[in-house]
């Protein structure tokens, strides 16, 4: 009981998935989505990583039989621009821009206006959605109501796209995040990587986003009135060890986001523990032997609404646990 009650004061603290990435121009620009240093540097990062992804890419286009990153674009695709460059002013891909409003908002104050951030245009003309991606095979965990139910993918990634994002979150360019919430317990170490993945799995990353999308059209429907989000992606590791605490990270909700999405890469056999939880589908903080777990496969994932439902993850004691979250911002 002490737990839950504890659960309910976190209800209001988030996992905060921002981490400051300074602009080398040391100026705070106001919605500047085509800032000429900020498109510079992301040139230059994706040149020093375009040599070493190259195996990756290729792996990723055998198997999808679509070219990947954004030198050629598949006419399959629905892009609004004419030019799929990320570069370019005229696409309707993401862009990087700096906003002073969102990081008071978020609670980031003076020290976050220079917070550097990825914006995701959500809709096509008439509302139709950029990305969506349907899954094969996918099962609905109802709550009673709609916030309270989750989407279970199944293999939503392949063992190649495992490695891809393996390799992404690896990168020396990555940031740690050292954004949490200070009475939020949590024994992990987590990286920010949107950029890096974008550069060498930018399909992957696609598809990442248009399978929230979908899950939030078939469920909530709280993307229908943003015109983009803030994609925030984490490499998310646990290293397991024995411990008398209850969790791997407490419950908790996570903040502004429309959208979670946890993703395993760990098989279940490399740690030991590490479930992830949610309260019960009535919603109810008191009964425990109500709460409902996931014990995901490599390549599956849950999504569900983050700033809404209640969730954790039980103690790694043995092994280590790798997942990837994602997390649609409304700010």
């Known amino acids: 009981l002490k737990a839950w009650l504890k659960a309910r004061y976190f209800c209001s603290c988030s996992m905060g998935a921002a ?8 100026v705070c620009q106001w919605d500047a989505e085509d800032d000429e240093i900020t498109l510079k540097r992301r040139v230059d990062a994706k040149a020093q990583l375009w040599d070493a992804t190259n195996k990756v890419k290729s792996s990723l286009d055998t198997t999808s039989g679509k070219t990947q990153g954004c030198h050629s674009c598949s006419k399959e695709e629905d892009e609004t621009a004419s030019s799929c460059s990320e570069e370019s002013s005229d696409s309707s891909d993401s862009l990087e821009n700096y906003t002073c409003v969102s990081a008071f908002v978020r609670g980031k104050g003076v020290g976050g206006v220079l917070d550097c951030r990825t914006s995701y245009q959500l809709w096509q003309h008439n509302h139709v959605p950029r990305h969506a991606f349907t899954p094969s095979d996918f099962y609905i965990r109802r709550g009673l109501e709609s916030e309270l139910s989750f989407a279970v993918i199944p293999g939503l990634f392949s063992a190649e796209e495992i490695s891809a994002v393996h390799f992404a979150g690896r ?33 992957l990353y696609r598809r990442l986003l248009g399978v929230m999308v979908w899950a939030d059209s078939t469920l909530w429907n709280s993307l229908h009135n943003y015109e983009k989000v803030w994609p925030e992606v984490e490499y998310i590791r646990y290293d397991g060890a024995p411990t008398k605490k209850d969790y791997a990270i407490d419950p908790h909700v996570d903040n502004h986001s429309l959208v979670t999405l946890v ?66 911002s409304s700010i």
């Open 19 to 26: 981490c400051v990435v300074v602009g080398s121009n040391g």
């Open 263 to 328: 993703c395993m890469l760990s098989d279940p056999g490399d740690f030991r523990g590490g479930k992830l939880g949610f309260v019960p589908a009535d919603g109810s903080l008191e009964d425990e032997k109500s709460d409902r777990f996931e014990e995901l496969t490599a390549g599956s994932a849950v999504i569900f609404r983050g700033e809404k439902l209640l969730h954790w993850v039980t103690p790694v004691t043995a092994g280590t646990r790798y997942v990837l979250q994602t997390e649609l």
């Open 171 to 203: 990168q020396q360019t990555t940031m740690q995040c050292k954004d949490r919430s200070a009475e939020l317990e949590y024994e992990h170490v987590a990286y920010r990587f949107e950029r890096e993945l974008r550069a060498s799995a930018r399909e």
